[in-house]
Every structure is written in structure tokens, then in C-alpha cells.
């Protein structure tokens, strides 16, 4: 399973951005897809979830500025984002927590390379 995002740079405050990400490979069924990110000296956090039924739930701070979309039938996820702040500045992640087969009991975690973030003036 491979998960390949796109779409990170370096944006100014204000700005947006929309990051991409398609999950291939061994795939039997995808509970879900999400967003993470990781800025320097901290740990990975939760940005947004899309469920199986490409229903968005958002971590409560990160409500508002981000939205996600996608269709998970067809093993893609978009993060957009608005009106970025430098605190925003990370490394986001594509996360898929799927099954790559029938007979897999419980679905894992896959991760994508990250794709950096840096928003500055």
C-alpha cells in the first residue's frame, strides 16, 4: 500500500492551500482516510478525518480554516486549507486506515511521505 501526497510549499499568512493525497495497491476496503501533521518539536496531530461514507469530522481545534473531501471509493483525500497561519507550518501527513484483504481481521495504519507546510511572510 502506498500513499503519495502533493500539493504542500511555502504560502504567506492569509493564504490557502489544498493538499492531495491517493492511496494504490493491495486495498480490500478503507475504514478511513484522514490528515495529520507534525510541526518541529511536536507531536503528530490529528487534523481531520474522512469516514468511509466521505463524512468529514474535524480535531475541535482545527475546525473552521480546514475542510476535508474525497471520495473514499475512490481512494482519494483532500485537505484544504484557508487563511493560513504560521503556527500552521508542519509536515502534513495522509493517513488510511484500511484492510488489504477479506481475511485481515482488523484494518491498519498506513502512512503517506508527509508533504511540508510552511507558512511565513
Known amino acids: 500500500v502506498q500513499l503519495q501526497a502533493s500539493g504542500g510549499g511555502l504560502v504567506q499568512p492569509g493564504e490557502s492551500l489544498k493538499l492531495s493525497c491517493v492511496v494504490s495497491?493491495?486495498?480490500?476496503?478503507?475504514?478511513?482516510l484522514a490528515w495529520y501533521r507534525q510541526a518541529p518539536g511536536k507531536q503528530r496531530e490529528l487534523v481531520a478525518v474522512?469516514?468511509?461514507?466521505?463524512?468529514?469530522n474535524y480535531e475541535d481545534s482545527m475546525k473552521g480554516r480546514f475542510a476535508i473531501s474525497g471520495d473514499v471509493a475512490k481512494n482519494t483525500v483532500i485537505l484544504q486549507s484557508d487563511n493560513l497561519k504560521p503556527e500552521d507550518t508542519a509536515t502534513y501527513y495522509c493517513?488510511?486506515?484500511?484492510?488489504?484483504?477479506?481475511?485481515?481481521?482488523?484494518?491498519?495504519?498506513?502512512w503517506g511521505q508527509g508533504t511540508q507546510v510552511t507558512v511565513s511572510s
Open positions: 495497491g493491495r486495498i480490500f476496503r478503507i475504514s478511513h
Open positions: 493517513n488510511a486506515k484500511l484492510r488489504e484483504t477479506r481475511t485481515q481481521y482488523l484494518p491498519r495504519d498506513y
Open positions: 474522512l469516514a468511509s461514507d466521505n463524512s468529514p
